[in-house]
């Protein structure tokens, strides 16, 4: 059974791009460049909370809080960042997280211990915000909603982040729980698949 699944599971990887460039190219064709346009402004609206939440907002917190500086604290986690960017898994960039946390960064063993492995699995603050702004542009793909459709849409997208797996592509398989929730056409997310994959590596960074 084992064998049979390892077996399912590698062909599905295997196809998985063919198929996404697939259903890129037919809804390219249907709809024209526009797509095109529009995930690019997709792309750049993901990058820029990214960007705020990264440079901005975790900087400020770290210096008003500690006291430390932020880049000397980044400089000392580089290690586990470039990991994070090019894995684009927080489970596997935790053995070196910790490592980097205790042996670079100063922090207490008992603190990181605790924190890190929890923060991993219910502190994903980039796909928390990679859900909401993905599934609010494949609704509005799909069509107007109301305010109050956009709202529920935002905190399901939010609840769904917590606990995520810290794998690549668990946010997008936790957006199609989210968008099946709400009745959303769940197809829709192959469009995004087809620029995920620089997004997931920086919102796991």
């Not at 400020?60 to 986690?77: H, V």
Request: with cysteine; proline share 4%; aromatic share 6%.
């Amino acid at each position: 059974l084992y064998q049979v699944l390892m077996t399912l599971t590698s062909g599905i990887l295997v196809l998985t791009p063919l198929g996404v460039f697939g259903y890129a190219l037919f809804v390219t064709a249907a709809t024209g460049l526009s797509v095109v346009m529009a995930l690019l402004g997709y792309m750049a609206a993901v990058s820029l909370g990214l960007l705020v939440h990264g440079v901005l907002v975790l900087p400020a917190l770290l210096f008003l809080l500690t006291r430390r500086s932020p880049w000397a604290f980044a400089w000392s986690m580089r290690d586990a960042l470039g990991l994070a960017f090019s894995s684009a898994s927080s489970s596997g960039t935790l053995p070196l997280t910790l490592q980097c946390a205790t042996e670079k960064a100063g922090i207490p063993p008992r603190v990181a211990n605790f924190t890190l492995p929890l923060g991993a699995t219910l502190n994903m603050d980039g796909t928390a915000l990679y859900e909401v702004v993905a599934v609010l542009f494949v609704a509005q793909m799909l069509g107007d909603l109301s305010l109050a459709e956009q709202v529920v849409v935002a905190v399901t997208a939010l609840l769904a982040s917590i606990g995520a797996a810290g794998i690549p592509m668990a946010g997008t398989v936790m957006m199609v729980v989210v968008m099946g929730a709400v009745g959303m056409d769940t197809e829709a997310v192959l469009v995004i698949l087809a620029v995920d994959r620089p997004l997931d590596m920086a919102r796991t960074a």
